[in-house]
Nanobody, 126 residues
Framework: QVQLVESGGGLVQAGGSLRLSCATS????????MGWFRQAPGKEREFVAVISWSGGTTYYADSVKGRFTISRDNAKNTVYLEMNSLKAEDTAVYYCAAARRWPAEQRVAVRSYDYWGQGTQVTVSS
């Protein structure tokens, strides 16, 4: 069983930055595709970013492209989401997710991921 624990959320002013971390258990971390999703009140969970097992391939939602950066440290079993130029519309609970297989064209789909963290709240004040 894989456990994912997010941290780093909080309250920040518009234009500010936050760095989210997701620590995982299990020796298979380096083989997992890792993703970040978010869910705002009253909205469905949406894809933010994904990174391949090696870190060599990344994809981003259009809404965060150029502002957010996903990265991973396989030696630390941790994936990160660096968020810059934050906007009020970035306010949401952010979830870390792991997929046993590279989801390819289904990388934005919630159903493509096998394990989920509990989420961390990010609030951006305008």
């Amino acid at each position: 069983q894989v456990q994912l624990v997010e941290s780093g959320g909080g309250l920040v002013q518009a234009g500010g930055s936050l760095r989210l971390s997701c620590a995982t258990s299990g020796r298979a971390f380096s083989s997992y595709t890792m993703g970040w999703f978010r869910q705002a009140p009253g909205k469905e969970r949406e894809f933010v970013a994904v990174i391949s097992w090696s870190g060599g391939t990344t994809y981003y939602a259009d809404s965060v492209k150029g502002r957010f950066t996903i990265s991973r440290d396989n030696a630390k079993n941790t994936v990160y989401l660096e968020m810059n130029s934050l906007k009020a519309e970035d306010t949401a609970v952010y979830y870390c997710a792991a997929a046993r297989r590279w989801p390819a064209e289904q990388r934005v789909a919630v159903r493509s991921y096998d394990y989920w963290g509990q989420g961390t709240q990010v609030t951006v004040s305008s």
